[in-house]
């Protein structure tokens, strides 16, 4: 069964530093999207990509994080500065339309 | 913003047993997909059960079903016959039909323990 992969499980990085996340969504999916969760809390939504564009983003997603598509299969998640409070579980996910979203099994990111 | 409450944030069921598990949500919109996912302790969501808010008819998967009160912006998911494995974080979910985003809005989860 198809199934959307990250890599890395886990990455541990200083502050400041940057970080790629990255994702293989199923490959007929036309959606991509990223989400975080802190530890024990709420899944909170970052970006959707479209045709090769973000279709929408919410306030977390500042000029910290961006987002690439940058061959047929790979869609990343960039943060160029890390900083404390971004230490999370980083979920990507692909659907085909307005459907379910599938998700991958997550990136740990722990910023020290 | 579209917003997504559940106000369990744990519940507890015994082997056998039916358990609901309740949703509220707040949108001006008449077309929308609602969703409960389940993220068992290995992280990855996976998809329970959807609703098509055009449909009147409750969506049903097995021992899963929902309960879909549009009027009263309600979606709780009713797990029959409960089993060990079915212990997991569940989220609530609701997404546009119409949104160019199509971004799932998550409540914060209700965390259910299972026992023997």
């Known amino acids: 069964e198809p199934e959307v992969t990250q890599t890395p499980s886990h990455q541990v990085t200083q502050m400041g530093q940057e970080v790629i996340l990255r994702c293989v969504p199923i490959s007929n999916h036309l959606y991509f999207y990223w989400y975080r969760q802190i530890l024990g809390q709420k899944v909170e939504f970052l970006v959707s990509f479209y045709n090769n564009e973000i279709s929408e983003k919410s306030e977390i997603f500042d000029d910290q994080f961006s987002v690439e598509r940058p061959d047929g299969s790979n869609f990343t998640l960039k943060i160029r500065s890390t900083k404390l409070e971004d230490s999370a579980m980083y979920f990507c996910?692909?659907?085909?339309?307005?459907?379910?979203?599938?998700f991958g099994e997550g990136s740990r990111l722990t910023v020290l | 913003a579209q917003t997504v409450t559940q106000s369990q944030p744990e519940m507890s069921v015994q082997e056998a047993e039916t358990v609901t598990l309740s949703c509220t949500y707040d949108?001006?919109?008449?077309?929308?997909?609602l969703f409960w996912y389940k993220q068992p302790p290995s992280r990855q969501m996976i998809l329970v059960i959807r609703?098509?808010?055009?449909?009147?008819q409750n969506a049903t998967e097995n021992r899963f079903s929902v309960n879909f009160q549009k009027a009263a912006k309600s979606f709780s998911l009713k797990i029959s016959d409960s089993q060990l494995g079915d212990a997991a974080m569940y989220f609530c979910?609701?997404?546009?039909?119409?949104?160019?985003?199509?971004?799932?809005?998550f409540g914060k989860g209700t965390s259910l323990l299972v026992t023997p």
């Open positions: 979910a609701y997404r546009s039909a119409w949104n160019s985003g199509y971004a799932l809005n």
């Open positions: 609703q098509e808010a055009y449909k009147q």
């Open positions: 996910a692909s659907s085909e339309w307005a459907g379910e979203l599938f």
């Open positions: 949108t001006s919109e008449s077309d929308y997909y």
